[in-house]
C-alpha cells in the first residue's frame, strides 16, 4: 500500500515505513539509543530527501525521547538541574546548527556534510565502543574481576576541575563549573540539527568520561536534554525551512514505539558487553557504509539540485 | 484563403491531391485536472484529439510539458579522495516533467534542425531554455544538460513514448502519457503537432492542473501558510504519542 508524503513529496510504501520504524525501534530498544544514527542514513537510502530526513527524524525522536525521558522523571534517575544546563547550550547549538544547515543546503553541499559527519562520529564513537566492550568481554573471560567501572572510585582532578563558575549538581552528586554541559550541549545540539540524531551516543559518552555524571542518571538526563533539543529542532526547521513531514513522522513513530518494547524485552536476554560489541558493529557498519559512497566512484558524475540546493 | 491554400500547396512541393482543406487539429485531455491524494501513486492519462485533412504521411507528436523550475547542477570531482561537488551552473525554468508521445519515432519525424528550430523533443527544449546560462558562463553546458536528462528519466518525469500515439480510423488520434508518483504539482501544457514531411503545420494546446487534495493538500498548506505553529503542532503529537508509548508499556 503506497501512501503519497506531503512534504517529502513523493510515494512510499506503508509497510516499508512501518517495518523501518519497528526495526529501528527494536534496535534501538535493546540497545537503549535513539535510533536516530541509523533511521537518517535509512530514509536518505529509500529516496526520501535529506532535509526532510533530518528534520522529520527530530520529529520522531520527540516521541521516543518523551516516552523514555517519562519513565526516568518517574524514578527520578533524571538530573534535572544538569538536564538544563545541557539544554541551555543544546538549544543554541540547535539554533546554530539549523541556520548552518540552511547555509550549507544552499551551497549544494549539505548532503556531504551530512555523510561526513556521520562518518567521523559514527567512525570515533563506534570504535570506541568496540574496543571497550572488546576488552571487557575478554577480560570476563580470563576471569578478570578487577572493575573498570566508571562512576565508581575517587575522581582524579582535571583540568575540567580548574574551569571557573562552578555549581552545585545534587542529583549527581557533582561540584562543577557549567562551562563543560553548556560546550556538550551546544555541540549536541548542533549534532541534532545537522545529522537527524538525538546525539545520545555523542553526549552519554560525554556525560560519563567528561563530566563524570553517575551512570544511574545520565540515560534519563540525556533523554531530558535529547526531548527538549529535538522539539525545538522539529519547530525551527518547519518554522524555517517547511521541511517536516507529519505523516512520515507519525508512521515511524508507531513503528518504533512498538518495534523498541519488543527490543527492550530482546536486550535482557544478552550480556552487556556483548550488546555493546554488537552496537558498536553495528555503528560501523553504517560508518563504513556511509564512507564507501563518499569515495567509491558515483554512477552518475553530475548532480542534479534544486535552486534551494536540495536534491529534489 | 485561396491564396494562403496555393501558398501551403506551393511550400510542401507535393501537393496531395486528396487533401482538399488545410490540416487542422483539435485535442483534449480526459483530464482537466489530477489530483495528488494520500494514494497516489502515478495516474496515466489519455490526450484524444481529431485531425481534418490528415494525410498517411503526416505524423501526429504530443508533448505534455510541466511547471518549469530553477536548477543548480554540479560536477563531482574528486578531492582528498572522496566525491565533492563542484563548478555549479544554474539553469532557469527547466521543465520539471516533459513527456512526448509520437505516432512515429521522432526521428523518424522529423530532422534535429527541424525539431531544435520549433523547440520540440527534450534536447531541443533544454538547449533552448538553457540558452542563458550558456551565453552568461561562456562554459560548454552540454554534459550538464545530459545530466538534467538522466536525472528527470531515472524518476520517470522524462518520459518518450515511440509510437505512443495511435492514429484511428476518421482522422482521430488517441495518446496515453503516464504521470509518475514524483509528479511535481502545478501547471501543466499539452501541446499537440500535426507534422507533415517533417514540419509541423497545425498545433493545439490545451491545459492541465496537478494539485494536492485532500488530506495531502491539508498538510502541505497547513505546513507552508503556518509553518510554526505546524511545527508546534508535530512536536505536540510526537509528545502526545511518546506518552501514550509510555502509559501503555510501562503499566505494571
Known amino acids: ?40 542514513p535509512l530514509l536518505f537510502f529509500i529516496g526520501i530527501p535529506p532535509a526532510v530526513a533530518v528534520s522529520t527524524e527530530a520529529n520522531q525522536i520527540v516521541a521516543s525521547s518523551a516516552s523514555g525521558a517519562l519513565a526516568h522523571w518517574r524514578r527520578r534517575t533524571l538530573d534535572a538541574k544538569m538536564g538544563g544546563l545541557l539544554l541551555v547550550g543544546g538549544a543554541s547549538g540547535s539554533i546554530f546548527g539549523v541556520q548552518l544547515f540552511a547555509f550549507l543546503r544552499s551551497l549544494g553541499q549539505i548532503d556531504l556534510i551530512i555523510s561526513l559527519s556521520y562518518v567521523g562520529f559514527l567512525g570515533i564513537v563506534g570504535g570506541l565502543m568496540f574496543f571497550e566492550s572488546a576488552r571487557a568481554i575478554w577480560r570476563r573471560s580470563r576471569g578478570d574481576q578487577r572493575r573498570s567501572g566508571v562512576g565508581t572510585g575517587r575522581r582524579k582532578r582535571g ?108 536486550g535482557r536476554h544478552i550480556k552487556a ?12 557498519a553504517v560508518c563504513l557504509k556511509l564512507g564507501w559512497d563518499l569515495v567509491v566512484t558515483p554512477a552518475d558524475l553530475f548532480e542534479v539540485l534544486g535552486q534551494d540546493g536540495s536534491a529534489h | 484563403m485561396i491564396g494562403a491554400l496555393l501558398l501551403s500547396f506551393l511550400m510542401q512541393g507535393q501537393p496531395t491531391l486528396l487533401t482538399t482543406e488545410p490540416p487542422s487539429i483539435v485535442a483534449a485531455l480526459t483530464h482537466e485536472t489530477v489530483e495528488i491524494r494520500e494514494d497516489f501513486s502515478g495516474q496515466d492519462l489519455v490526450l484524444y484529439g481529431a485531425t481534418r485533412g490528415l494525410t498517411i504521411q503526416d505524423e501526429i507528436v504530443v508533448v505534455l510539458r510541466g511547471p518549469g523550475r530553477d536548477l543548480r547542477v554540479m560536477e563531482k570531482q574528486r578531492t582528498f579522495g572522496i566525491w565533492v561537488n563542484s563548478a555549479p551552473l544554474e539553469f532557469e525554468d527547466i521543465p520539471s516533467y516533459y513527456a512526448i508521445a509520437t505516432s512515429l519515432p521522432l526521428e523518424d519525424i522529423a530532422t534535429p534542425e527541424s525539431l531544435a528550430g520549433s523547440g520540440i523533443g527534450l534536447p531541443a527544449t533544454l538547449a533552448i531554455r538553457a540558452a542563458p546560462t550558456a551565453s552568461e558562463t561562456g562554459r560548454d553546458i552540454r554534459p550538464y544538460l545530459d545530466a538534467i536528462a538522466r536525472d528527470g528519466r531515472r524518476d520517470d518525469l522524462y518520459a518518450e513514448a515511440q509510437r505512443g500515439v495511435e492514429i484511428l480510423d476518421g482522422g482521430l488520434f488517441r495518446a496515453t502519457i503516464s504521470l509518475p508518483p514524483l509528479t511535481p504539482v502545478g501547471n501543466y501544457v499539452a501541446e499537440v503537432y500535426l507534422f507533415r514531411d517533417g514540419r509541423a503545420v497545425a ?19 497547513f505546513a507552508h501558510s503556518m509553518p510554526w505553529l505546524y511545527g508546534l503542532f508535530c512536536v505536540a503529537m510526537a509528545v502526545l504519542a511518546g506518552y501514550v508509548a509510555y502509559v501503555a508499556f510501562n503499566r505494571r
Not at chain 1, 503506497?2 to 527494536?26: K, R, T, W
Not at chain 1, 558487553?273 to 560501523?284: C, D, N, Q, S
Open chain 1, 1 to 40: 500500500m503506497q501512501i503519497y508524503l506531503p512534504i517529502a513529496e513523493i510515494s512510499v510504501n506503508v509497510f516499508l515505513l512501518l517495518g523501518l520504524g519497528a526495526g529501528v525501534g527494536f534496535l534501538s530498544g535493546m540497545f537503549g539509543v535513539g535510533g536516530g544514527f541509523l533511521m537518517t
Open chain 1, 159 to 266: 583540568w575540567i576541575d580548574r574551569l571557573p563558575f562552578k555549581m552545585r549538581f545534587p542529583t549527581s552528586g557533582l561540584y562543577i563549573s557549567v562551562i563543560p554541559p553548556v560546550v556538550i550541549g551546544f555541540f549536541v545540539g548542533t549534532l541534532a540539527a545537522i545529522m537527524g540524531v538525538g546525539g545520545g551516543f555523542v553526549m552519554v559518552p560525554a556525560m560519563i568520561y567528561i563530566l563524570r555524571m553517575p551512570t544511574n542518571v545520565v540515560v534519563g538526563t540525556s533523554l531530558f536534554q535529547i526531548l527538549f533539543v529535538t522539539a525545538l529542532t522539529t519547530v525551527l526547521q518547519a518554522g524555517q525551512n517547511q521541511t517536516v513531514d507529519i505523516v512520515l513522522a507519525m508512521l515511524l513513530t508507531v513503528g518504533g514505539v512498538v518495534g523498541a518494547q519488543f527490543g527492550a524485552r530482546a
Open chain 2, 203 to 221: 498545433s493545439r494546446t490545451a491545459s492541465l492542473r496537478v494539485e494536492k487534495a485532500g488530506l495531502e493538500r491539508f498538510v502541505y498548506q
Open chain 1, 273 to 284: 558487553e556483548e550488546l555493546r560489541a554488537l552496537l558498536a558493529f553495528m555503528v560501523v
